[in-house]
């Protein structure tokens, strides 16, 4: 059985190592999500709505694995972790217009995405948008743009690998492999 991209599961030892645990991570995080998403928007004309399907679970799973929560449910909250964790400079906004700005990615872009196959009507998807995600200038309309945001979360990806396997980020790992562990039983 593939348990990434790149490996079967023979080419491990059980039980899994921690360094392991975090290469199987990180290859399945970016060979069946991130790399897609990248070739599809790379290739595929209109691809911003598919390209948001692949990669919008990446901020609650994230959000759970940084937090090393290790049940179902609470998406909303682990969602919103996560996109702090991605981008830190959220912190900097406002809470009311943050608050405002997470509630219309998560409602409008992951739950309509998923749910009903399109975002809602506060969504606009855009290559001519200079950051991967944001407010318009009334900040009534979420725009993202899937061309920068692949990037932006493949970054995050690289960061975090960065931060889990320097022993010396007890914590950090720790967490990581409490949800690793909830996952993989």
Known sequence: ????????ETDFSFPLEFDSKVQ???EQTLGWQLDIAEEVIEKVRHSGFAVLSIVMSYFEKIGKYRKGF???????HYFKEGAY????SLRDISPEIVNKLLDAIY????????????TNSEIIITGDFDKPIGLG???KKLIVNPHLLIPALKSHLKNYETQLR???NVEIRQKFEHRFDYDWT
């Not at 059985?1 to 079967?8: D, E, L, R, S």
């Not at 290790?70 to 909303?76: C, F, K, Q, V, W």
């Not at 409602?107 to 399109?118: F, K, T, V």
Request: glycine letters at 10%; a negative charge; proline letters at 10%.
């Open 24 to 26: 199987i991570f990180v």
């Open 85 to 88: 964790f991605v981008f830190p």
């Open 137 to 139: 200038p009334d900040q």
């Open 107 to 118: 409602e409008g872009c992951r739950c309509g995405l998923y749910h009903s196959g399109i």
């Open 1 to 8: 059985m593939w348990i990434t991209p790149y490996h079967h």
């Open 166 to 168: 320097n022993p010396e």
């Open 70 to 76: 290790a049940d179902i449910g609470e998406s909303r």
